[in-house]
Nanobody, 118 residues
Framework: QVQLVETGSVQPGGSLSLSCTAS????????MGWYRQAPGLQRELVAS???????TYTDSVKGRFTISRDNTKNTVTLQMNALKSEDTAVYYC??????????????WGQGTQVVVPS
């Protein structure tokens, strides 16, 4: 079994950093990403990063959010700067994992509520 645990921290200036660490029966982790779901809306992909560190971003966060990964720690981080009220949502990390039985499937974090006042 594989578990993803999200943590968040507020930084000086109002920036927010979300981290997600995978643990358990891991053989390999492929694409990592962050999704968000605002009330009444569908879950959307915010950013993702491939095994060779190529990031992609949804247009609304380009230039403000940065995704990174640390393969030695099975961790993906989303640095969120210049936050806007429309960034308010529950954020979920996602990792495509092959476990030690060689089963390949996506795993999700528990979700982190981000509220940005308008």
């Amino acid at each position: 079994q594989v578990q993803l645990v999200e943590t968040g921290s507020v930084q000086p200036g109002g920036s927010l950093s979300l981290s997600c660490t995978a643990s358990g029966s891991i053989h390999a982790i492929y694409t990592m990403g962050w999704y968000r779901q605002a009330p009444g809306l569908q879950r959307e992909l915010v950013a993702s990063i491939t095994t060779d560190n190529k990031p992609t971003y949804t247009d609304s966060v380009k230039g403000r959010f940065t995704i990174s990964r640390d393969n030695t720690k099975n961790t993906v981080t989303l640095q969120m700067n210049a936050l806007k009220s429309e960034d308010t949502a529950v954020y979920y990390c996602n990792m495509d994992v092959r476990d030690r039985t060689l089963t390949y499937k996506p795993y999700w974090g528990q979700g982190t509520q981000v509220v940005v006042p308008s």
